[in-house]
């Protein structure tokens, strides 16, 4: 069974100001994938960026990047000029590959997140 | 593109009596859906996987005669909390999944009191 682990309950920061946020995982599966979702106030999930594990190249989209490093099964979330449409819960999110098609996502506990003016 | 929605977003119900939330996918056709649970300030926790045309496959602790789910067609998935308790009230979410596609589509979820 896979385990994801978000050790920070809450952050804050600055607006304007970078952030890192954790995650851990633990897992016997050599093909998965990795996920960071977005839940706002409004409860919506939303994709923020997701990492294939046979990639050496971390993922990067626009201002958020990962820094995912296998041997130590971490996967990290980076935000880079945060704004306050970043306040939001984080959840780090893990997938095993299959040819069945119906793989399930592992959760982590979530990171809430609060940008400050 | 790949938009998934719930109805209703929110339900409130007396307690044993049973709701129905129903999951659709609006512009794919979606093999596999998810039904998730959330309680305030939680993760999500996977109930079932939902597959079009087959049992539902529930996770381990979840009462598959308390929480009936249907796949009947590739666009629609429902949950029926039967005999519903206060204990059942809850944020209710689902997720669609592309075949052979890796990314889950959630929709908005559905907030569940039962009084």
């Known amino acids: 069974a896979q385990t994801v682990t978000q050790s920070q309950p809450e952050m804050s920061v600055q607006e304007a100001e970078t952030v890192t946020l954790s995650c851990t995982y633990d897992?016997?599966?050599?093909?998965?994938?990795l996920f960071w979702y977005k839940q706002p106030p409004s409860r919506q999930m939303i994709l923020v960026i997701r990492?294939?594990?046979?990639?050496?190249q971390n993922a990067t989209e626009n201002r958020f990047s990962v820094n995912f490093q296998k041997a130590a099964k971490s996967f990290s979330l980076k935000i880079s000029d945060s704004q306050l449409g970043d306040t939001a819960m984080y959840f780090c999110?893990?997938?095993?590959?299959?040819?069945?098609?119906?793989?399930?996502?592992?959760f982590g506990t979530g990171t809430r997140l609060t940008i400050i003016p | 593109g790949a938009v998934v929605s719930q109805h209703p977003s929110r339900v409130i119900c007396k307690s044993g009596t049973s709701v129905k939330i129903e999951c659709r996918s609006l512009?794919?056709?979606?093999?596999?859906m998810f039904w998730y649970r959330q309680f305030p300030k939680q993760s999500l926790m996977l109930m079932a996987t939902?597959?079009?045309?087959?049992?539902?496959?529930?996770e381990q602790g979840v009462e598959k005669d308390k929480f009936l789910i249907n796949h009947a067609s590739l666009t629609l998935s429902t949950l029926t909390v039967t005999s519903a308790h206060p204990e059942d009230s809850s944020f209710y979410i689902c997720?669609?999944?592309?075949?052979?596609?890796?990314?889950?589509?959630f929709g908005p979820g559905t907030r569940l009191t039962v009084t």
């Open positions: 997720s669609a999944k592309i075949p052979a596609g890796d990314e889950q589509y």
């Open positions: 897992t016997s599966e050599s093909n998965y994938y």
């Open positions: 990492q294939e594990a046979y990639k050496q």
């Open positions: 999110a893990f997938m095993k590959i299959s040819n069945f098609g119906n793989e399930k996502l592992t």
């Open positions: 512009d794919f056709q979606a093999t596999t």
């Open positions: 939902s597959n079009e045309g087959s049992k539902a496959t529930y």
